[in-house]
């Protein structure tokens, strides 16, 4: 990732008020998602204007000069932005700065020193004002804790001594001159930031390409310099291949080509025989290039993107991000009120909302938080209709195994574009009797979207039991109506696993409680173990199944178990032929 935060906080900002809005965890991609009016925009605004930032002792200085209306009306304060940064991060920062030769213990003196001065979430800060363009502040709280108490303050004696000429003192002394220190390596936002506003149209003609107005003026002009590029720049023809191959997805056309002509007047696509203008195929098409095209101009820097899915089908949104994601080098911030985005791999959701007046954002981290989103934002089951094949399972483990076993044995389907993973929650199926209302609240909800698939565990103990009757029911309503079921051969979806691989996870992911692994038959629960109750042999019952399932998706995948490796071909004809054509 380029980005060089961790987090931000921001108070008295466009419509955040006095109370800190946190944006923590910064991934490569992040989605601001709220209705309208509710200053999804506010994080974007504030990164591209005035960011990157450089300081000096005495003073910041950020890329732009402060806008008044960018002051929070309400409170009237000086808006303020705090940078965080991970405390291994900025205890990297200063080893790499102050260097003790054979000082074995110098590393671990930082480390202490650091560790108090970051918050209950790991984070270090450090507060700006962007108006004042003061010199950034290190945050400590507990400053006075620790200037009052020696014995307290005792890690910064050590630290003082070893990094500064002064000793001595007392634990006013050992702070403050610590705390000069460390402030002198505070990480700075330096990355090159950028904003792809809400309105997008390529301009003609002879406009110069200008990285900080990604509107679509100078596209074409770029488009033709990396089409046919100098000598010096040959390697420039490979970002034209990368977007050439993007809009090849997009058109489903593995034949088109992309062609700026002399007259740089247009971009020309040659697809099926025929030459039209790029606006041609449509706003959609039209819009989706502009934002990948810029994405893929720029490099290893940060771009805020107002709204990509106006104009654009929730496939060709899903389609722009796994480009983003994957083929782009770029960290991103997306404000937008689509719900199709919000199950990006390795994204980070950002809920925005407005209460009393004022912008709160809040990460979403669980699945009621998504569908809060989703319900905030007017989508109902019937937009599962726009997804061109869905998968049901019972919850996050089994989409993990799923997608680990999908990428064996058809690396070219891709979860978001070709089919959607949806949870039903096992105590349905488990717990339920087949006439309850919400049994028969599912199955309508399953013949929303012919295109689908149902994954179950069979639970049965036994090679000779039956699967209960709420189960049988669903399983013949869905192939009634031309749905695929899949029943696991053995009790869960776990026994699919080689028991090698699932005592690793196991032994890995429990390590204070693993004492030895139980052999699981095809009909027992494949991730029970024993763990020593003084000296008793306990089972042990409640394994992280997603944690679990994670580290066993980073192993090889063994496909040759039971009825796994028929049932992933049945599943990937049936997803191929829903997206056919």
């Not at 209950?120 to 450090?126: A, H, Q, S």
Request: with cysteine.
């Amino acid at each position: 990732m380029t980005f060089d935060v961790d987090a931000l906080e921001v108070r008295n900002f466009r419509g955040i008020g006095g109370s800190p809005q946190l944006v923590s965890q910064i991934a490569k991609m992040n989605f601001f998602i709220g209705p309208n009016n509710a200053g999804k925009s506010t994080i974007l605004r504030l990164i591209s204007h005035y960011f990157p930032a450089s300081k000096d002792r005495s003073q910041t200085t950020f890329k732009n000069s402060f806008v008044e209306l960018d002051r929070n009306q309400q409170t009237g304060g000086s808006p303020r932005v705090g940078l965080g940064f991970r405390l291994e991060r900025v205890a990297e920062k200063i080893l790499d700065g102050v260097t003790r030769e054979n000082d074995a213990q110098w590393e671990s003196v930082i480390t202490a020193v650091v560790a108090k001065l970051a918050d209950p979430t790991g984070y270090v800060w450090w507060d700006y004002d962007l108006q004042s363009r003061a010199a950034p502040r290190l945050r400590f709280p507990k400053v006075d804790e620790y200037t009052s108490d020696s014995s307290k303050a005792r890690p910064f004696d050590q630290f003082m001594v070893k990094a500064t000429p002064y000793s001595g003192g007392g634990p006013k002394a050992w702070v403050e001159h610590s705390l000069e220190v460390v402030n002198r390596f505070a990480p700075s936002f330096s990355t090159n930031t950028h904003l792809i506003p809400a309105i997008r149209k390529i301009s003609q003609g002879e406009v110069d390409f200008d990285g900080g107005d990604l509107s679509g003026n100078g596209l074409i002009k770029r488009l033709a310099e990396i089409q046919n590029p100098v000598l010096e720049r040959r390697a420039d023809v490979r970002k034209f291949e990368r977007i050439n191959r993007f809009l090849q997805t997009v058109v489903g056309e593995c034949n088109a080509q992309i062609e700026v002509p002399s007259t740089r007047e247009y971009i020309l696509v040659h697809m099926n025989g025929r030459t039209l203008p790029l606006a041609s195929l449509g706003t959609g098409i039209h819009e989706i290039v502009v934002i990948a095209a810029f994405c893929t101009l720029i490099e290893n820097e940060v771009i805020c993107i107002e709204e990509p899915e106006i104009h654009l089908h929730p496939v060709l949104q899903r389609k722009l991000v796994s480009y983003l994601n994957e083929s782009t080098s770029n960290t991103y911030f997306v404000a937008t009120h689509s719900a199709q985005l919000i199950d990006t791999p390795d994204a980070s959701l950002f809920h925005v909302r407005l209460r009393d007046n004022a912008t709160h954002i809040s990460r979403a981290t669980l699945d009621a938080d998504r569908h809060r989103i989703c319900a905030e934002l007017g989508y109902r089951a019937s937009d599962i209709i726009q997804s061109n094949f869905v998968i049901w399972v019972e919850g996050p483990s089994e989409r993990i195994y799923l997608n680990h076993w999908l990428q064996e044995v058809a690396a070219h389907l891709v979860e978001g574009i070709h089919y959607t993973i949806m949870f039903y929650g096992g105590g349905l199926l488990s717990h339920l009797s087949a006439g309850d209302d919400d049994v028969g609240d599912f199955i309508k909800l399953r013949s929303l979207n012919r295109n689908s698939a149902l994954i179950m565990d069979s639970d049965r103990p036994s090679k000779t039991a039956r699967i209960n009757s709420t189960k049988r029911r669903i399983r013949d309503e869905f192939e009634k109506h031309g749905g695929m079921v899949w029943v696991t051969k053995g009790r869960e979806i776990e026994n699919y696993l080689p028991q090698s691989q699932m005592h690793a996870a196991l032994r890995s992911c429990h390590p204070q409680v693993f004492h030895e692994p139980i052999d699981a038959a095809q009909f027992d629960h494949a991730f029970y173990f024993y763990r020593l109750e003084g000296k008793r042999r306990e089972i042990f019952k409640d394994a992280n199944k997603v944690k679990v399932a994670n580290f066993i998706a980073e192993l090889e995948p063994d496909i040759d178990v039971l009825d796994l490796s028929s049932r992933l071909r049945e599943l990937t004809r049936n997803i191929e032929d829903a997206n056919a054509g």
